[in-house]
């Protein structure tokens, strides 16, 4: 079975990965996803790459210590994240998807649009989302 926990760090994002965590521990055979997704280009300094792949590394040590397989990834391919990560998903067969939602306005939902909401529609897979 193959999870992936989009993951940026966040507390719905770590909550995600706990849940993973769990439905990981119920299946022996067991790989976990955790990625984050870059647009890449100017827009990242060396600082913010530095910065996800610290966090990327705590989320691999979280998983390790409950001796669940694990692959870490940063994804910078000039998608925005909703598209990378469902992408990401159809490619490696994922059979399930691991979000953290947090509330946007509707002005910001409008301008940024959501990426839980893209990958909710569009995953090729169930989707859990997690506050």
Known sequence: MKLLVAYN????????LELACEKAKANADALVYVVTSMEGGSNETLEDIQ???????????????????CETLQLARGLTPGEDLVKFAED????????????????????????????ILRGPCPVTTTK
């Open 9 to 16: 760090g966040s507390p719905p994002s770590q909550r995600a």
């Open 51 to 69: 910065a996800v792949e610290e966090k990327l590394e705590r989320a691999k040590d979280y998983l390790l210590q409950s001796h669940i397989s």
């Open 92 to 119: 490696n067969g994922v059979d399930h998807i691991f979000i953290g939602i947090e509330k946007k306005s509707r002005t910001r939902k409008l301008l940024l649009g959501s990426t839980a909401q893209f990958i």
